[in-house]
């Protein structure tokens, strides 16, 4: 997992618009804890562990109260996924996911996930990504 965020979107006058609340990537260099690139002021308290996040029963609740829409995307990367790329790198997708398949993994997890007809599903959380040294 490369990837986890949350926004929220509304509706406005002259069409949607969204908040990020929080967003959490890779580690860099590799092998650190993962890299928290957002986190909304307004919600920072509502995580126990930021770099890790979860969103329970009661959170989803009170962005249901504040927001017309949420959406959960994770990023994946899997060396299947490059598409016939003519580089020996990974194919990545960033996409919605439900809440639960949110909740399941976390950045630098490894996981077992499928992207067919631009839909990303994850599957299940299959332990920890081993950083190589390269």
């Known amino acids: 997992m490369q990837l986890k965020s949350i926004e929220g979107w509304y509706a ?67 060396e299947e996924w490059i598409d016939g790329r003519d580089d020996d790198g990974e194919g990545c997708h960033n996409d919605s996911v439900s809440r639960e398949e949110f909740n399941m993994v976390q950045v630098h997890d490894q996981a077992s996930a499928s992207f067919e007809d631009h839909d990303l599903s994850i599957h299940s959380r299959e332990g920890t990504w081993a950083f190589e040294s390269e």
């Open 12 to 78: 406005a006058a002259d069409g949607w618009g969204n908040d990020p609340i929080m967003s959490v990537q890779l580690s860099s260099p590799p092998g650190g804890e993962p890299e928290l690139g957002y986190l909304d002021p307004e919600w920072e308290d509502r995580f126990d562990t930021p770099r890790e996040p979860v969103a329970s029963d009661d959170l989803h609740d009170d962005f249901d109260r504040t927001y017309d829409t949420i959406v959960y995307t994770v990023g994946v990367c899997s």
